[in-house]
């Protein structure tokens, strides 16, 4: 399985972002995918998930404010990050869960400042 994330930047705070992550290779096998951050000198910590069956299940510290969802025609997986805080900087990693283990994208930054 590959995963290559996409649409990081830079943006102000309150104002919103949209990363994808497109996944090719033994698709099939994929049982979750999410979206994983990691802030300078943290932890990666769990931002999102979503099921192959839809279910999600999101972060405390990001509930109301972003939203995954996944388009299966595409092999996609979307995370829409709206009012975004300074808090929410980091590099965002794309992750599928498949029986054997798990696949990580290269990440990319996501930078909230004014």
């Known amino acids: 399985v590959q995963l290559v994330e996409s649409g990081g930047g830079l943006v102000q705070p309150g104002g919103s972002l949209r990363l994808s992550c497109a996944a090719s290779?033994?698709?099939?096998?994929?049982?979750?995918m999410g979206w994983y951050r990691q802030a300078p000198g943290k932890q990666r910590e769990r931002v999102a998930t979503?099921?192959?069956?839809?279910?999600?299940n999101y972060a405390d510290s990001v509930k109301g404010r972003f939203t995954i969802s996944r388009d299966n025609a595409k092999n996609t997986v979307y995370l829409q990050m709206n009012s975004l805080k300074a808090e929410d900087t980091a590099v965002y990693y794309c992750?599928?869960?498949?029986?054997?283990?798990?696949?990580w994208g290269q990440g990319t930054q996501v930078t909230v400042s004014s």
């Open positions: 992750n599928a869960e498949v029986t054997w283990g798990a696949y």
């Open positions: 290779g033994s698709i099939s096998s994929i049982n979750v």
């Open positions: 979503i099921t192959s069956g839809g279910s999600t």
